[in-house]
């Protein structure tokens, strides 16, 4: 069984510029979440979506959106990028049941110089 | 916050000793997981614990939960350097629905086995 795949794995953005991240879940994953993780502030939650649907939304700038598609695969994008926004940006799947918890991606490195 | 705090920071011991790591965090909770990183890679989850259990094991983890001081500790036992990793543990929301939903993590415990 295939795990949660995340594209890119490494990036190199300018400042001002804009990204998408790809995450492809595992099969039969509805759920998915995306993560933030920096050496400052850990691992920050961005959002959940669940059948297409944006459950949860943390708190982060308009900047950074999503999105998931019918065949669950998730998108994630920050517009007008900023040196802060340098971080490893992490993908999970899950089923409904909770009993297995959160697959995760190996994430995106986003650098932004 | 609801975030989780995870003690202590750093850890080192020699291999075939056992590592704990406790983790406290602040409000009710639907469950609580641990999860392990090797450095810059994605998290690997390693146990879910729900909040009416106290006690869970799998191969040579032990997660133990008090709900009353909002808790849990992780023991590894016989430690490899293999084990070598950062652990989080993660809190999830009592209004989760019907995923899992989101999860709080604390800043880590980074465990050392040296050979």
């Known amino acids: 069984k295939a795990g949660v795949t995340q594209t890119p794995r490494y990036l190199i953005k300018t400042r001002g510029q804009q990204v998408t991240l790809s995450c492809s879940p595992i099969s039969g994953h509805r759920s998915v979440s995306w993560y933030q993780q920096t050496p400052g502030q850990g691992l920050q939650f961005l959002f959940e979506y669940f059948s297409e649907t944006q459950r949860n939304k943390g708190n982060f700038p308009g900047r950074f959106s999503g999105r998931q598609f019918s065949n669950s695969r998730s998108e994630m994008n920050v517009s007008t990028l900023e040196l802060g926004d340098s971080a490893l940006y992490l993908c999970?799947?899950?089923?409904?049941?909770?009993?297995?918890?959160?697959?995760f991606g190996s994430g995106t490195r986003l650098t932004v110089v | 916050s609801q975030q989780g705090e995870e003690d202590p920071q750093a850890l080192s011991i020699q291999e075939g000793e056992n590592a704990t790591m406790n983790c406290s965090y602040k409000?009710?909770?639907?469950?609580l997981q641990w999860y392990r990183q090797n450095s810059g890679r994605g998290l690997v989850h390693l146990i879910l614990i729900r909040s009416n259990e106290r006690e869970k094991h799998s191969g040579r983890l032990r997660v133990t939960l008090d709900t009353s001081k909002k808790s849990s500790s992780l023991l590894i036992t016989a430690s490899r350097a293999a084990d070598t990793a950062s652990y989080f543990c993660a809190t999830g929301p009592l209004d989760r629905g019907s995923t899992l939903g989101r999860l709080y993590f604390g800043r880590g415990t980074q465990l050392t086995v040296w050979p």
């Open positions: 999970a799947s899950s089923s409904q049941g909770d009993r297995y918890g959160y697959t």
């Open positions: 409000t009710s909770i639907n469950n």
